[in-house]
């Protein structure tokens, strides 16, 4: 059972094929309004996208066991906007996650981030192999690759303490090794600090860990108890919150941030507009200073 892992993680060192458990993933692939397309073009499309499903399902990423309706609800958007070469393919793609909140029917997302370093090689017909030992294959392997385990380090931090350390470090094993690639998303040069290299690294470090201990205390000591107690429920989020006021006085507007506030900011808008006005006023405060560019939506809990 899924609720096992909260207690034990089993240590990782490489991606194993077999029967998927982990992720029940739907991926779609669209061409940009402006990209002009034929026949050939579309079926090449249709092949990538089921392609990239067989991967994402049929990969074994951990050595745990999933039952059919404990698998991680995610989603896959690829935009092409280009394809300067044969073969080639590049544009953006969007990851999102998310997690069935305790004895109830709703889902809370917990990633939602556009990366826009998609550049890809891929060849009609051709299987998407996972890498083993967290070598770099190609482009297109490493990024979902990267992203599955992404998905799988914020899912358990949901459910346990810094569960997703493995899955973070397996990510970063990755990210290291297909630096030399070339490819932006996999710099660690300073000035590219919104890609995949540095949200990984991020997530590692000591000053992101009141992030970490957010996703856990938000939703395994907040959501998850708001069937039974709304009212407590309500103040463990708000209280999770408030240790990442560190993280933006030591890294304003930092990429990992964004990404839990891009994924949160509509769902804490709708729970704290149900508060008393006391809590209303403490949330709004936070949230304006935690997200700045969006507190004209902050004030809608006022209302």
């Keep these: 059972m899924k609720k096992l892992y909260i207690l034990l993680i089993i240590l990782f060192t490489g991606t194993f094929s077999g029967k998927g458990q982990e992720l029940n993933c739907q991926v779609d692939i669209i061409p940009a ?56 393919y590049k544009g953006k793609i969007q990851i999102q996650s998310s997690r069935p909140v305790h004895n109830t029917n709703y889902n809370t997302v917990l ?41 799988l380090a914020y899912d358990y931090d949901s459910f346990s303490p810094n569960g997703g350390d493995q899955y973070f470090k397996n990510a970063q094993q990755l990210a290291n090794n297909a ?35 957010c996703y856990y205390r938000y939703h395994r000591l907040g959501f998850d108890i708001m ?7 309500r103040k463990e989020v708000l209280a999770s919150l408030k240790g990442l006021d560190k993280i933006q006085r030591s890294r304003p507007g930092s990429l990992n941030l964004q990404m839990f506030l891009t994924a949160k900011s509509q769902e ?25 560019t969006n507190s004209s939506k902050y004030q809608e809990i006022l209302n």
């Design 179 to 213: 630096k030399a690639s070339g490819d932006e998303g996999w710099s660690a040069a300073a000035g590219k600090r919104n890609n995949r290299y540095w949200m990984v690294d991020n997530a590692l470090q000591s000053v992101f860990s009141p992030l970490r201990d």
């Design 33 to 88: 309004p402006a990209l002009q397309i034929g026949p050939v073009e579309k079926e090449v499309f249709e092949e990538m996208k089921q392609s990239i499903f067989d991967f994402m399902n049929n990969t074994r990423w951990t050595k745990d066991v999933f039952e059919i309706e404990e698998r991680i609800n995610c989603n896959i958007l690829i935009t092409i906007t280009d394809i300067p070469s044969t073969a080639t």
């Design 111 to 151: 990633l939602n981030h556009v990366d826009n370093n998609f550049n890809v090689n891929y060849l009609r017909s051709t299987t998407i192999l996972p890498s083993e030992n967290f070598q770099y294959r190609d482009n297109l392997s490493a990024i979902l690759t990267f992203y599955a385990y992404m998905i």
């Design 268 to 292: 804490l808008i709708d729970l704290f507009s149900q508060s008393e006005t006391r809590e209303k006023n403490e949330a709004v405060s936070l949230l304006k200073r935690l997200d700045p």
């Design 227 to 233: 069937n039974d107690d709304m009212v407590n429920g």
